[in-house]
């Protein structure tokens, strides 16, 4: 057992007696369901899981998606409430609630035809009036997502809504694909924590801190559901670790930390994500501040060749071998993989290129290793979160492989507080990754009142210019061309060979202990948050 974990021993040991009486009556945990066994010693056919998430991946907010469930950390395909659309394993759209869909010329109005056959768990039907109520309300009122680009959602019948849209958002259908439908009749205050919906599963029971019961929904309209009962334990890493070793759970998420273990019963799985890390480098000198008053620029990383140099000297599989365990691939974008992923990001690992940047922008190597130019060292200062050890891995890592070629990286823990006010000046470790080309938007575009990128000073016209073209496109398969132009068209954009304003390291598997005669559906990429993902398709999964 390595070092690390002798540490938790004890704090596994704990988590493993106490892990029984952690769950509600209803939840089952005790080990003579884990083993599904039945007098006579045959093997009962079991119709329930029980899957362990970390804490934050309880919605804080319930199931409310105004508050966030089915976006961020909860996205999810239909599992309470029911979409208009999803994403299919290539991340092309397909639909769920929805039988067609057709965007006017001019991307102002979107029209989207439902199915006739729904109802919600109360038996009251599900119209477009009631998915026009859920993104009139969600507009107003919704906390994690952006509906700036709706104007009004209108019920034209019973079967068919129109969007008006404020502007041209030619990716809507991916914004359909997270937000549930609620029903008008039955919402309230209190919905979060009592919902109603339409989709696979029902709310059984929701023990705050503790566990979420899902019951398959009896009047869905799809394929009925292999899974009957799906029970969701909300635990650290270590006392998830400690229920797959007492056999209290079916499946776990776990870190590359625990990849060496052998678990008797349990396999390992490991899914591809885009939960990508990488940090920002400013794009503009220092010397002038925000209207807030907020720092702006960092003269060492202004310099294009030092980035396209830091970039270079990058050894991705090296750090996924250091600090993932094996259990990752290298990231160039924040969009790899996907429809809208432009591959002209890839590089190889190159320091001697790297070196001779620096050479030609004037850093030349002191007595102590370290660049220097001008009286001043080739130097910055990495920030991540205090409270995630990977990025904090994943940042001493790359303090080592650049110190290679000569640049001096100092890291430090910081909160969030300061994190996002001092990104603006100093590199910070990020962790992004979404099923939509808005990520790309939101991380390169320029805001209207700086004229520069929220998350790091950047700024490039002919980049805004390509995803202003991609949003305004009235066809969806079209605009992922110019999302791809976006990040390079063979002149300018943010690869390599052009502006590189942020160095993308590696996209972290999502890493899960299963029992082993659990047969875990084929898995889509995940996106960003090592959370509900994993059940998109529980309603598939089966007992061998």
């Known amino acids: ?20 009486g952690c769950a509600g009556t209803g939840s089952g945990t005790g080990s003579s369901q884990a083993e599904g066994t039945q007098a006579g010693g045959q093997a009962e056919e079991r119709e329930d899981v029980i899957v362990v998430m970390g804490p934050t991946s309880e919605p ?10 089915g976006a961020g950390e909860h996205v999810h395909e239909p599992l309470i409430q029911s979409t208009l659309t999803v994403t299919e394993k290539d991340l092309s759209i397909g ?38 109520f859920t993104y009139n309300t969600l507009k107003n009122t919704s906390s994690v997502n952006d509906f700036t680009m709706l104007k009004e959602a209108v019920a034209v019948n019973d079967t068919t809504v129109e969007f008006h849209m404020e502007r041209p958002y030619s990716i809507w259908p991916y914004t359909m694909a997270i937000v549930g439908i609620v029903p008008e009749h039955a919402y309230g205050s209190d919905y979060g924590s009592n919902p109603i919906g339409s989709g696979r599963y029902k709310l059984a029971q929701w023990d705050r801190g503790q566990q979420v019961i899902l019951e398959a929904n009896p009047d869905y309209y799809g394929q009925e559901p292999k899974m009957k009962k799906v029970t969701i334990l909300f635990m650290e890493e270590d006392a998830a670790y400690a229920a797959v070793r007492s056999g209290q759970a079916d499946l776990a998420y776990t870190a590359a930390s625990y990849s060496d273990q052998t678990l008797p019963g349990y396999e390992l799985l490991s899914f591809e994500t885009v939960d990508n890390r990488g940090f920002n480098l400013p794009a503009v000198p ?38 993932l365990n094996g259990y990752g691939s290298p990231a160039y974008s924040v969009c790899d993989k996907m429809p809208w992923y432009n591959s002209d990001g890839e590089i190889a690992y190159e320091p001697e290129q790297a070196a001779a940047l620096l050479d030609e922008a004037g850093w030349t190597v002191g007595s102590d290793g370290i660049r220097e130019k001008e009286g001043g060292k080739a130097e910055f200062t990495l920030m991540y979160p205090a409270s995630d050890s990977v990025r904090q891995a994943l940042a001493a890592e790359t303090a080592n492989q650049l110190k290679k070629v000569g640049i001096d990286v100092k890291t430090e823990g910081v909160g969030w507080d300061t994190a996002y ?5 100093e590199p910070l470790m990020w962790g992004w990754g979404a099923h939509t080309p808005m990520e790309l938007y939101n991380i390169y ?81 995940h996106p960003h948050g090592h959370g509900w993902s994993i059940v998109n398709n529980v309603d598939q999964w089966s007992w061998d």
């Open 286 to 323: 220092a010397g002038t501040v925000s209207e807030s008053g907020i720092p702006l620029g960092n003269d060492f990383t202004s310099d294009i060749r030092v980035r396209r140099a830091i970039n270079l000297a990058i050894n991705r599989d090296e750090m996924i071998g250091n600090v």
């Open 1 to 20: 057992m390595s070092v690390k974990l002798m540490k938790k021993a004890a704090v596994i040991m704990a988590a493993s007696l106490a892990l029984t």
């Open 95 to 132: 639909f769920d609630l929805a039988t067609g869909m057709e965007a006017e010329s001019d991307g102002l109005t979107w029209t989207v035809t439902i199915r006739d056959d729904v109802v919600f768990t109360d038996g009251e039907k599900l119209t477009a009036g009631d998915v026009a």
């Open 421 to 425: 006010d001092r990104a603006q000046s």
């Open 60 to 69: 804080e907010s319930g199931f409310d998606p105004a508050y966030g469930w």
């Open 445 to 525: 575009h320029r805001a209207a009142d700086t004229g520069l990128a929220e998350y790091s000073p950047y700024s490039n016209e002919a980049v805004d210019r390509y995803m202003d073209e991609a949003l305004a496109s009235s066809d969806l398969e079209e605009s992922y061309q110019l999302w791809k132009k976006a990040q390079w068209d063979g002149e300018t954009g943010i690869t390599q060979d052009g502006d590189i304003p942020w160095i993308w390291l590696v996209n972290i598997d999502h890493l899960y202990w299963s029992r082993e005669n659990l047969k875990v559906a084929d898995q889509k990429l």
